[in-house]
């Protein structure tokens, strides 16, 4: 018997709902940061690491702001200029400097490791400082994710010491402000509008080291203006959007950068497709330690909801 019209077929419903909440916009923003932890290694190879920050913003928000000029998007209100102000130094100018200093001297497990510890961070300055809930179920669930982790990459004897982690550490501290910053102005902006306008910012605070990076570009060869436009495109432009929108869905920060812990295991099944690496038994035991990790959180999250929820959740 044919379906009438204004019925939807079974499984229609519950795919919609999913694609109305944070989590795929969350997905997209760690798929793209995944790939940055080797496309930045590669850059590296040419670019200094402050003219890669710039380079990787100025054009980031080239395009973000090409698309808000086409979609009609307001400029920001004078009262929040300080607060995009404080994302652009916290999520770009400080993030990006730490980060591609660190990634120098680390290996990209490691520095999926410390980068790792933002969502951890980020929950406590929620509770801190903006009164955020997070509940004991869902601590546990931090801890899990991150035993995760330290399994996938202590196993793989891929740990560094060394001083590139002083700079991540300071990486995963600053993007943990970010995270802050960004749920305080999605309530009052779009996904698009935060992240054109952080960026943008972060661009014009990088800008300082405009002459020597527009030298290296120009001397730059074509598999290294490859490397830039992958970190630029999809891993600031489309990143960033991604992320602000799923903090724009959420009513709590801890949530969206709970998925970050996703980084390691996604950057290994990366490997695994780009590369042909085939994926070990580290990469088995502890991805499916991060993703039940993941499930527990989201099933602490809604205890905490009680039993009324909404379409944003």
């Known amino acids: 018997m044919p379906l009438s019209a204004g019925c939807a077929p079974f499984g229609e419903v519950p795919v919609l709902k999913i694609l109305r909440t944070y989590h795929p916009y969350a997905f997209t923003a760690i798929f793209c940061w995944s790939l940055a932890y080797v496309f930045t290694r590669l850059a590296l190879g040419h670019f200094s690491p402050l003219s890669l920050g710039f380079l990787r913003c100025a054009i980031a928000s ?66 801190l400082f903006l009164g955020e809930r997070v509940g004991k179920l869902q601590w546990a669930a931090i801890a899990v994710e991150f035993a995760g982790i330290l399994i996938l990459s202590l196993m793989k004897g891929a740990f560094s010491v060394n001083r590139g982690i002083l700079w991540l550490l300071l990486a995963a501290l600053v993007l943990s402000v970010y995270n802050l910053v960004q749920k305080g102005l999605t309530g009052r902006y779009s996904g698009l509008q935060t992240a054109t306008f952080s960026i943008t910012a972060g661009a014009a605070m990088l800008a300082v080291f405009a002459p020597r990076a527009f030298r290296e570009l120009a001397a730059a060869p074509p598999a290294q203006l490859f490397n830039l436009a ?80 909404t379409e944003e959740e």
Do not use: C, H
Request: glycine residues 10%; positive net charge.
């Open 62 to 127: 080239f395009i973000l702001g090409a698309v808000g000029f086409r979609t009609g998007m307001k400029l920001p209100r004078r009262e929040d200029v300080k607060y995009f102000a404080a994302a652009g130094a916290s999520g770009f100018f400080l993030y990006l400097w730490a980060f591609n200093q660190g990634i120098l001297t680390v290996t990209s497990a490691t520095s999926s490791i410390i980068i790792s510890s933002a969502p951890v961070i980020t929950a406590l300055l929620a509770v």
């Open 230 to 309: 992958m970190l630029s495109v999809f891993s600031s432009a489309i990143a960033y959007v991604a992320w602000s929108k799923a903090f724009e869905k959420t009513r709590d920060t801890a949530s969206v950068s709970n998925y970050m812990f996703l980084t390691p295991l996604i950057s290994s099944l990366l490997g695994f497709l780009l590369a042909g690496e085939r994926p070990d038994g580290a990469t088995l035991i502890g991805g499916a330690v991060i993703l039940s990790g993941l499930a527990l959180f989201n099933l602490g999250k809604r205890q905490n909801i009680g039993p009324i929820q």
